[in-house]
């Protein structure tokens, strides 16, 4: 009985100092990124994996599939619709979505560049500044 003791204590003594270090070494998780809405206001419908996102007035992505998701970059696909006004012309396709650059805004991490793009289509950049979606690529024509 006592060799049985003997033998459990010095397992215990030999792994409790890596139980330690592990569980020291171990960083608290940090929530990912979340992406704002463009529309509604300023800094808007914060979400992570949203299944659709407004940008602009008759501009938006929705049935979106994210891939990734991670405290750097997110991509997925969703169906992209830009009209230029209420009554058109309208693009409609498939798109690309990717979002890079963490910032910050009251403590909230999140993404401040997104990148569209689409077969057959002109790559769009947009960047988030004062709370909403502004486009970037120049010259571009939704047509």
Known sequence: MRKIIAA?????????????????????????????SGMGGAWQNAARRPHGFTLGADFGVNRMSWSRWTNTSAYGH???????GAAGPCVSFRAGVTLTI????????????MKLTGRGHRTQRLVM??????????GYDAR
């Open 8 to 36: 459990a204590a010095a397992v215990i003594a030999l792994a409790a100092p890596v139980a330690g270090v592990t569980a020291a070494s171990a960083a608290p998780a940090q929530r990912t990124p979340v992406m704002y």
């Open 78 to 84: 969703g169906h992209l619709l830009a009209c230029a």
């Open 102 to 113: 963490v910032r910050r805004h009251h403590g909230t991490r999140y993404f401040a560049v």
């Open 129 to 138: 500044r004062d709370g909403g979606w502004i486009l970037t690529t120049r």
